[in-house]
């Protein structure tokens, strides 16, 4: 299998769109700098960036290619990460998918580090993400646009922010207690908030994840839904795709998972995760990010 944690090679900054990125990694137009990022959203790629986080996706057993992607960056006193799942049946959604993350993850990591509020840099990146994929409709067949998902977390001293769009996930995970930090943007979570259905009927329909917002340009005007709180514990924040929850939906299950091997860092914990999925049948593409809090450069610190 692949494993690349490599730079991606782009001209034009991902933030202000019109500047372009210099050899030392930052615009020369607003100044940002860009993130680090898996670059190929096909078959198994990692991220490594030691005590600060870690990904892992694959394009598990079932599917011919990886329509998932990731990126990670640092921050000056922590990091942030970005999912995007690229929907099946768009064309183009493999593309889609790692330009999004890409791109937002350079205005998190970007605004972040220069003292923008984390919620409205999340705000942000998900609208430079929406951005990037409508600009990749066919303009003669609109239709046949591509689309995506969208999860994002800052992590750092402050605490945890969250961002997404469509049903790619967000968990906060921690040994005394885990939850699940994001709503779904899919029929079945429409169903059971407006009353019309009870959890149970709503999963069980064949609609259920049929998806009610995404990043697309046949999605309308988007905005993400965030939220931001911080810890009392240390713990995890975990992105994923469905191509995990829908294996593990429950936080509890997953932070077993996580934790299950003690204290091997980040990457540790990612992996297990996609092998729980792969283990439970890995039916659909498998991506998952892992940001521990409180953030720390060196392992007991």
Request: glycine share 12%; charged share 20%; net charge neutral.
């Given at each position: 299998?692949?494993?690349?944690?490599?730079l991606p090679?782009?001209?034009?900054c991902?933030?202000?769109?019109?500047?372009?990125i210099?050899?030392?990694?930052?615009?020369e137009?607003?100044?940002?700098?860009?993130?680090?990022s898996?670059?190929?959203?096909?078959?198994?790629f990692?991220?490594d960036?030691g005590?600060?986080?870690?990904?892992?996706?694959d394009?598990g057993?079932?599917?011919?290619?990886n329509?998932?992607?990731?990126?990670?960056?640092?921050?000056?006193?922590?990091a942030?990460?970005v999912?995007?799942?690229?929907?099946?049946t768009?064309?183009?959604?493999?593309?889609?998918?790692?330009?999004?993350?890409?791109?937002a993850?350079?205005?998190?990591?970007?605004?972040v580090?220069?003292?923008v509020?984390?919620?409205d840099a999340?705000?942000?990146a998900?609208?430079?993400?929406?951005e990037?994929?409508?600009s990749?409709?066919?303009?003669?067949?609109?239709d046949?646009?591509?689309a995506?998902?969208?999860v994002?977390?800052?992590?750092?001293r402050?605490g945890?922010?969250?961002?997404?769009?469509?049903?790619?996930?967000?968990?906060?995970l921690?040994?005394?207690?885990?939850s699940?930090?994001?709503?779904?943007d899919?029929?079945?979570?429409?169903?059971?908030?407006s009353?019309?259905?009870s959890?149970?009927?709503?999963w069980?329909d064949?609609r259920?994840?049929?998806?009610t917002?995404w990043?697309?340009?046949?999605?309308g005007?988007?905005?993400?839904?965030?939220?931001?709180?911080?810890?009392?514990?240390?713990?995890?924040?975990?992105?994923?795709?469905?191509?995990?929850?829908?294996?593990?939906?429950?936080?509890?299950?997953?932070?077993a998972?996580?934790?299950?091997?003690?204290?091997d860092?980040?990457?540790?914990?990612a992996?297990?995760l996609?092998?729980?999925?792969?283990?439970?049948?890995?039916?659909?593409?498998?991506?998952?990010?892992?940001?521990?809090?409180?953030t720390s450069?060196?392992?007991?610190?």
């Open positions: 299998m692949d494993t690349r944690a490599d090679v782009i001209a034009e991902a933030d202000c769109g019109g500047g372009v210099g050899a030392d990694g930052y615009c137009q607003c100044g940002l700098r860009r993130p680090s898996a670059r190929e959203g096909r078959g198994h990692e991220i960036l005590f600060l986080g870690a990904a892992v996706s394009r057993l079932r599917r011919r290619r329509e998932d992607a990731v990126a990670l960056a640092a921050l000056p006193a922590g942030c990460g999912v995007c799942d690229g929907v099946a768009a064309p183009g959604s493999d593309e889609a998918s790692r330009r999004a993350a890409d791109a993850a350079a205005v998190l990591s970007g605004r580090s220069v003292g509020d984390a919620r999340t705000r942000a998900a609208e430079r993400a929406a990037v994929v409508t990749l409709a066919p303009s003669q067949n609109p046949e646009a591509p995506c998902t969208f994002s977390a800052v992590v750092d402050a945890v922010t969250v961002g997404w769009v469509g049903d790619s996930r967000a968990y906060w921690a040994p005394g207690g885990s699940l930090l994001t709503r779904d899919s029929w079945a979570a429409r169903m059971v908030d009353g019309e259905l959890e149970a009927a709503a069980a064949r259920a994840h049929v998806l917002a990043l697309g340009a046949d999605a005007a988007v905005e993400a839904r965030v939220t931001a709180f911080r810890p009392a514990v240390p713990g995890l924040v975990m992105l994923c795709s469905d191509g995990l929850w829908n294996h593990l939906p429950e936080p509890s299950a997953l932070a998972v996580a934790f299950a091997a003690g204290a860092g980040p990457a540790g914990a992996r297990r996609l092998r729980a999925a792969l283990d439970a049948g890995g039916h659909d593409n498998v991506t998952v990010a892992v940001i521990p809090y409180p450069r060196e392992p007991g610190r």
